[in-house]
C-alpha cells in the first residue's frame, strides 16, 4: 500500500493547492467530493447504450479527518457526458475528474468504434489528456477495476506506475487519449493501444498489461500479443527497454540482452517503378545473463552472439510488419507518414488508396545488435573440478 498511498497522498495535496489557489473552495466543498481514479467503459446490453464504471478515491471526512478510502460506482446511459453527471444524483457528490489516470475500454467497444466514448474524454474541460488508455481482453472492462475489492488497493494508480515503468519490458505500447486522437487524425497513421487482462497465479489475480489492439479509424481489428508489439515498438522507433532473447549455436535459448537504446530510420525510395520501404534498426544492448558456461573469448564468441541477435531482430520486425499487412492492412508503424514527409508527390497519388497500397508494400529490414558491456562480467561462471 505504500505505492498507491504516496500516490493518493500527491492528490490530494494538489487538491488543497487547488483550493488556496482558487480562493472559493473550503474544506466543506472537499468533503462533498469524490475524486475519479480511473473509468472502465462497456457495453450495456440489456439497455443497448453505454455503461461507464469509476473507480473513485472518496475523501470521506475530509481532509480534516485524514480518512480516505475508494469505491466503485457504475451507471448506464446513452451518452458518456449524461452519465457523468447523472453520477452526482447517486453519489451526493460532484465527481472531481482532473486526476484520473486511465480509462480502460471493452473489446466489444473498442470494435463497434471508440469515437463516441473518448470525444467527450477529450472535449471536456474537467478531464485531462494524458490519462493511459487501454483496451480489455476480458469479457468486460470493469472485471480490472473490481481488483481493487481483493488487492485493497487502487488498480488505477498501479496501471499508471505500469506504464511508465512500462520501458522496463517493452511489451505493451504506452499510449495516452490524446496520442491515441492524433494517430486517428494523422494521414498514413493508424493507432494501437495497450491490452489489458487478468492473470492468476496460485489463486492471486492481478491486472497485466501485455500486447496491443490494433485499429483501422477508430475501429479495433485485430490483436498482437507481447512478443509481436515489441518488434512493432522496434519497427516504430519507440522502444525505450526491454530484453531480446538470444539462441546459442544449437537453437537453444542461452543469452539475455538488455536493451539499452534503439534508433529505427524509414527511408522511402522509389526503385523498379514501385515504392519501397527500407527500414533500419540499431541497437545497443548489455549482455546480462549467459545460461552456460561456454568461453565468450572462444568460438561463441561476442560477436556470434550479435549476429545471431542481429538476425533474429530483423526477421522478427519484418515478420510482425508482414503480419500486419496482410490480416489487418492497417498502418500502425506511419509508414504513410514517412512517405508523406520525403516523397510528398508521390503521397499525394496513393494516399486515397494507402491501405491497399501498404498491403502489398515492398518492405527491406535490416537490424543490427551491439553489445557493448557485459555488465559486471566479462567472464562466464566456470565449474569447479
Not at 509481436?228 to 515498438?233: D, I, K, P, S, V
Amino acid at each position: 500500500m505504500k505505492g498507491p498511498a504516496s500516490r493518493l497522498l500527491a492528490v490530494l495535496l494538489a487538491v488543497c493547492m487547488l483550493v488556496s489557489l482558487s480562493g472559493c473552495w473550503n474544506y466543506s466543498e472537499i468533503d462533498d467530493m469524490s475524486i475519479v481514479a480511473g473509468v472502465a467503459l462497456d457495453t450495456n446490453k440489456a439497455d443497448n447504450n453505454i455503461q461507464m464504471t469509476v473507480e473513485m478515491v472518496d475523501t470521506q471526512g475530509g481532509l480534516q479527518d485524514n480518512e480516505t478510502g475508494f469505491k466503485i460506482l457504475s451507471l448506464s446511459g446513452d451518452t458518456i457526458f449524461n452519465i457523468a453527471r447523472s453520477m452526482i444524483s447517486i453519489t451526493g457528490r460532484k465527481l472531481f475528474w482532473s486526476h484520473a489516470k486511465v480509462i480502460i475500454i471493452s473489446e466489444e467497444l473498442a470494435r463497434e468504434g471508440l469515437i463516441k466514448v473518448i470525444d467527450w474524454y477529450s472535449r471536456d474541460t474537467e478531464t485531462r489528456a494524458d490519462v493511459f488508455i487501454f483496451i480489455s481482453g476480458e469479457q468486460n472492462a470493469r472485471q480490472v477495476l473490481d481488483l481493487n475489492s481483493t488487492k485493497k488497493t487502487i488498480i488505477s494508480f498501479e496501471l499508471a506506475q505500469m506504464m511508465r515503468d512500462e520501458k522496463f519490458t517493452g511489451t505493451a505500447p504506452v499510449v495516452e487519449i490524446w496520442d491515441f486522437i492524433d494517430k486517428l487524425e494523422t494521414p498514413g497513421k493508424n493507432a494501437i493501444a495497450p491490452l489489458i487482462n487478468i492473470s492468476e497465479v496460485n489463486g492471486q489475480k492481478n491486472e497485466r498489461v501485455a500486447g496491443a489492439a490494433v485499429f483501422v479509424g477508430d475501429r479495433m481489428v485485430g490483436k498482437l500479443d507481447g512478443k509481436e508489439t515489441q518488434f512493432t515498438l522496434f519497427a516504430k522507433n519507440d522502444i525505450k527497454g526491454g530484453v531480446l532473447t538470444v539462441d546459442n549455436e544449437r537453437g537453444i535459448p542461452t543469452y539475455s540482452l538488455e536493451i539499452l537504446s534503439s534508433r529505427t530510420k524509414v527511408k522511402p525510395v522509389w526503385t523498379g517503378g514501385k515504392l519501397q520501404l527500407q527500414v533500419s534498426t540499431l541497437t545497443h544492448t548489455g549482455l546480462d545473463e549467459v545460461m552456460s558456461t561456454v568461453d565468450l573469448n572462444g568460438k561463441e564468441s561476442i560477436q556470434a552472439i550479435e549476429e545471431r541477435a542481429s538476425a533474429d531482430l530483423q526477421e522478427q520486425i519484418l515478420a510482425v510488419i508482414r503480419k500486419v499487412q496482410r490480416e489487418y492492412q492497417a498502418d500502425i508503424f506511419g509508414f504513410g507518414k514517412a512517405v508523406h514527409d520525403d516523397m510528398p508527390q508521390i503521397w499525394h497519388g496513393i494516399e486515397k488508396r494507402w491501405p491497399q497500397e501498404f498491403k502489398e508494400l515492398d518492405i527491406k529490414v535490416t537490424s543490427k545488435v551491439v553489445i557493448q558491456s557485459t555488465a559486471k562480467s566479462s567472464r562466464t561462471i566456470k565449474l569447479g573440478d
